[in-house]
């Protein structure tokens, strides 16, 4: 698979590995950095510091695409494997202390009832 993805990116798109509370991306780089059912591992803290440094690295016209469950009320925590989803007035009030503005989100379509709801966010 990463040999097939490798050759697929070889048109212009990079791909970054690593984790994710020491990545620094580089500045004035990207136009779209998407981030999708990552950010339950991360504390709220190192999520907020990962979004300053994702937006310190857009281009001028660039975004941020966070996609992820969301809980209805509150945050669940997940004993397993200690992740944790939040809900969207959460993940909303950390884009706000990231110094990000939220330009639309939506629900996902057609997605089971009986998992959780899932969310896009578009941020500049």
């Known amino acids: 698979i990463r040999c097939r993805a490798r050759a697929e990116l070889s048109s212009g798109i990079n791909a970054e590995y690593g984790g994710l509370e020491d990545f620094q991306p580089k500045p004035d780089h990207y136009d779209l950095v998407w981030v999708q059912w990552v950010i339950i591992y991360l504390s709220d803290f190192d999520f907020i510091e990962l979004l300053k440094r994702f937006k310190k690295s857009l281009k001028k016209d660039g975004y941020i695409v966070v996609k992820?469950?969301?809980?209805?009320?509150?945050?669940?925590?997940?004993?397993?494997?200690?992740?944790?989803t939040r809900s969207d007035y959460q993940l909303k009030q950390i884009f706000?202390?990231?110094?990000?503005?939220?330009?639309?989100?939506?629900?996902?379509?057609?997605?089971?009832?009986?998992?959780?709801?899932?969310?896009?966010?578009?941020?500049?």
Request: charged share 35%; aromatic share 8%.
């Open 68 to 84: 992820d469950n969301i809980t209805n009320k509150g945050c669940e925590m997940d004993e397993d494997d200690s992740s944790v």
């Open 96 to 124: 706000k202390r990231a110094g990000l503005e939220l330009v639309v989100d939506t629900v996902q379509r057609h997605f089971p009832r009986e998992l959780y709801k899932v969310k896009y966010y578009a941020l500049r």
